[in-house]
């Protein structure tokens, strides 16, 4: 089954890159997939997940954690401001933190409520002007703006180009986090997670390996 030999090529390069065995976590990115794919990967104990829309989150996730405890959903896709709340009340992890407005528009929902998802500063390493981010130029200040603002920030996140080498950009993530004392590191998805892993990520996002190719709805 998909979700095993994901499992097992997660733990041979972890391994293979003399890291702890553990150390890297998986997120079964669920977006567009049918319900019956997303409740198999539920019934053979797997827990995280990753939807990139908070629409389509809260429209299928209320109803799976009637049925399954210990979810935890991560949001890996852009977050409005005027969605911050029920991203705030849907997610255990935000991957996207982007820019001054939203890490703001945090802040005070964390003051308020008294809790916050772990948090990823999204890094548009291939500085890509149709993509989310931070410029890395612009990383380090904006790193130290959250964590002035006491928000968890647990580490970094990129989506590399499309059309380029993936670990340079990998490499480039984990040289921002390294010198900002940050440790997670979410990068990695179906077609390179394992040299995503040999370059350090803790947490890989992957998709269509898992559930198979997306058939948009
Ligand atoms: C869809 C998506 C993924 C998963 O992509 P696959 O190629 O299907 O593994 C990972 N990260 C983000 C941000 C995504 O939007």
New binding site residues.
């Given amino acids: 089954m998909a979700l095993e030999d994901i499992a097992r090529r997660i733990n041979a390069a972890t391994e293979n890159a003399g890291r702890a065995a553990g150390s890297v976590h998986l997120i079964a990115?669920s977006?567009v997939q049918p319900d019956e794919r997303v409740r198999s990967v539920l019934e053979k104990g797997h827990r995280s997940f990753?939807e990139?829309r908070v629409q389509e989150a809260a429209g299928k996730w209320p109803g799976f954690r009637e049925d399954f405890t210990d979810i935890d959903l991560h949001l890996?896709?852009p977050l409005q401001t005027n969605k911050a709340r029920q991203a705030f009340e849907l997610f255990q992890s935000i991957?996207s933190v982007d820019r001054p407005k939203l890490a703001k528009t945090c802040a005070r929902l964390a003051q308020e409520t008294g809790a916050c998802p772990e948090l990823f500063v999204q890094v548009n390493t291939g500085e890509e002007p149709q993509k989310a981010g931070v410029l890395p130029g612009d990383a380090d200040a904006f790193v130290k703006d959250c964590l002035g603002m006491d928000l968890p920030v647990r580490g970094l996140m990129c989506?590399p180009p499309a059309d380029e080498e993936p670990s340079l950009h990998f490499a480039l993530l984990a040289k921002i986090a390294a010198r900002n004392g940050l440790t997670g590191l979410s990068m990695g998805?179906?077609?390179d997670f394992e040299s995503a892993i040999a370059l350090g990520a803790t947490h890989v996002?992957?998709?269509?390996?898992i559930f198979g190719e997306?058939t948009p709805a």
Avoid: L
């Avoid at 996002?205 to 390996?209: E, H, I, K, L």
């Fill in positions: 990115v977006k990753g990139n890996i896709g991957h989506i998805m179906s077609g996002r992957v998709g269509s390996a997306r």
